[in-house]
């Protein structure tokens, strides 16, 4: 821009029809205003243009930067959640996940407040599922997706990702309990 501007201003000097008011040709006045106007006008489209391209650039920074920052969206999914309105949940971790959808975690969160929303455990499950691909280690997610299972009424899967999760972390009290539920 400064270099655009810094020529403009050059040309706009050497062109200028007023800067040659001693001449006594009428033709070279013309040529000197058409000249003029011509330059004027490529500088202002040239300006315009740069301004847009800056204004897009800054538009789409601000949006990578806001779809980057899912902890913000995952804090919003713990609000309501806590709160008890688990359709806000879902909406703000689903954010969370298409803000970051590498982090185990807000799949994890996500599958919880699924789970809480009728007709919503095949969501869960998927959401569940995630989270373990993410995370294969984490004993934590299978015990979610064996919650998930038992609500479905799908015992034998329930009993599997909690047999699964017990092998992982073999004092997981919440895989126990749900065992126990199972066999009870």
């Known amino acids: 821009e400064e270099t655009l ?14 800067r040659h008011y001693t001449s006594t040709d009428p033709s070279l006045k013309d040529k000197l205003t058409l000249i003029f106007d011509r330059l004027t006008g490529v500088y202002n489209s040239l300006r315009e243009a740069a301004e ?25 999914g713990v609000d309501a959640f806590r ?3 688990f359709q806000a949940a879902v909406r703000a971790f689903r954010a969370a996940t298409e803000a970051e959808p590498a982090n185990p975690r807000y799949w994890s969160h996500l599958s919880l407040a699924y789970s809480k929303v009728k007709g919503a455990l095949d969501d869960a499950e998927k959401a569940s599922l995630e989270a373990i691909r993410l995370e294969p280690g984490n004993a934590d997610h299978l015990v979610n997706l064996g919650t998930i299972y038992l609500r479905k009424g799908m015992k034998d899967k329930a009993r599997e990702q909690l047999q699964n999760a017990l092998s992982l972390d073999p004092g997981n009290a919440r895989a126990k309990k749900m065992i126990e539920k199972i066999k009870g």
């Open 52 to 76: 847009r391209k800056k204004a897009a650039f800054a538009a789409e920074n601000s949006e990578k930067t806001a779809v980057r920052n899912g902890s913000e969206y995952f804090k919003k």
């Open 5 to 18: 501007a810094r020529n403009y201003y050059r040309l706009a000097r050497e062109f200028h029809p007023d």
């Open 83 to 85: 709160s008890g309105d």
